[in-house]
């Protein structure tokens, strides 16, 4: 069983005509990092549980019952607290960070204090523990809450994954990402994201041309220095997946796993447009779990992660609805 812990929020998405302020209605979508790789692991029939803090009434009622009936455990679900976390993001819309409008400030998950959860409990049956640096982002106290839990996997030889995902907007209460991230990193065996991240929250040194207009070939031998440098650099650390989008005047994708001292690359992907951005990451992650988990080959888990990915980004919302068997037909075709 694996175990996504993090923040659930409601996506709100008006259209860029402002129709849905004359009809009144708006589009939304269950969300958040951790929620999305539950939603996506438990479509491909792997065993999940979903860990966060909601209030209780009518609208969480809803929201479990729905959960549920995507096959994802919720029997660890906190509940306190007034309120559960929003943003809005423009249907449609190119989608950059600066266009996030974010409320997730005084929700009952930020306000989880350390000793609230029992962890012994919470991890019974578990083998493996994913979580976002979206969630330490929210709050000194919820970064506590989550060195407690890496510790408690520690005690129990629970596998834990990370991805670096970085939210600027988030990292407000006085303390920079570097600050954190890398206590909780040396507890993580799988540390995902991509290149940019690991120098923004980890400290790794990138290269002054690492921005640069450069090639598939050169970002990957890039991807492989610091990937040497996160393993060294945290000794429990065996695996290091990168993702690489770039808007050009085409989308190009693609991701690389670094393990045992050996580089896997996937094929590019390339699209003229995307219809949403959001959640493509989180489907990366999922896809790595997924082939670990299922003991594939390290170039077929790159494979099916970055096809995840690429897939995700024609699905409108935050989580995939491809089945495995979609994913893998897709990277066949890709690859011919």
Known sequence: ??????????????????????????????????????????????PVCYCTVLPENFLTTSIINQINKQNIDTTTVQYSGDKMGLYYLTKGAEIQHTEVIYDRQHTAFSKLQPGTIDWDKVLNGIRWLHFSAITPALGENVALVCKEALQ?????????????????????????????????????DIVMGNIWAAGTMLKIKLPSSIDSDNTKE??????????????????????????????????????????????????????????????SGDCFMAGLIYGILNHLPNQQVINFATGAAFQKLFITGDITDKTVEEVRAFVQQYSH
Not at 157 to 183: C, H
Not at 263 to 272: D, F, G, L, P
Request: proline share 2%.
């Open 218 to 279: 050169y970002f990957t031998e890039q991807a492989k220095k610091i990937s040497e440098n996160i393993i060294q650099q945290f000794p429990k650390c065996k695996i290091v997946a990168n993702t690489f989008r770039f808007s050009k005047s085409v989308i190009e994708y693609y991701g690389t796993l670094f393990t045992n001292n050996k580089i896997y690359v996937s094929a590019k992907y390339q699209s003229e447009s995307v219809t949403d951005r959001v959640g």
């Open 152 to 188: 408690a996997c520690a005690k129990k030889n629970i596998t834990v994954s990370v991805d670096l995902n970085f939210r600027s907007k988030l990292w407000q209460y006085g303390k920079r990402a570097d600050e954190i991230m890398p206590e909780l990193v040396q507890y993580c």
């Open 1 to 46: 069983m694996v175990l996504c812990f993090g923040e659930l929020l409601l996506r709100l998405s008006p259209d860029t005509n402002d129709e849905w302020i004359k009809k009144n209605s708006l589009n939304v979508y269950l969300g958040g990092s951790e929620f999305n790789v539950a939603a996506a692991l438990a479509k491909w029939k792997t």
